[in-house]
């Protein structure tokens, strides 16, 4: 698809970004790092802009919608517990700790209330 790509910095970030043109609609798609460590992900950052493809009917379809929900800790909930719950598999626990920035092994407070991601 056709893409107009450019670079720029803004203080100590560079940045890497890309204006996508599919039909009468355009995309943009950038990538951000400190400057010292934008050498390391630049490659990265173009492959992904270049990657980027317009979907069939099929691969659309398939596609299932992310968002974040709110769940508030019941007393006896874990990590574990609510990815299993919630989720349908506990190895979700480790996300869940990561997107509410908990440590796993700390024990969760009854009535707090907890970012999850569902798909629709």
């Known amino acids: ?3 107009y790509v450019g670079r720029g910095r803004k203080g100590s970030i560079s940045l890497k970004f890309a204006y996508v043109f599919k039909g009468d609609k355009v995309y943009c798609i950038g990538g951000a790092a400190p400057r010292a460590e934008f050498g390391k992900v630049e490659d990265e950052f173009t492959k992904t802009i270049f990657s980027f493809k317009g979907l069939s009917v099929a691969e659309a379809k398939d596609i299932k919608a992310a968002r974040i929900r709110l769940y508030t800790i019941k ?3 874990t990590l574990r517990s609510i990815a299993q719950k919630e989720l349908g598999n506990i190895e979700k626990a480790k996300e869940i700790a990561r ?3 908990l440590d796993p092994q700390m024990p969760l407070r009854e009535g ?6 569902t798909y629709f």
């Open 99 to 101: 997107l509410n920035g």
């Open 112 to 117: 707090d209330k907890l970012k999850l991601i």
């Open 1 to 3: 698809m056709p893409a």
């Open 75 to 77: 007393e006896g909930d």
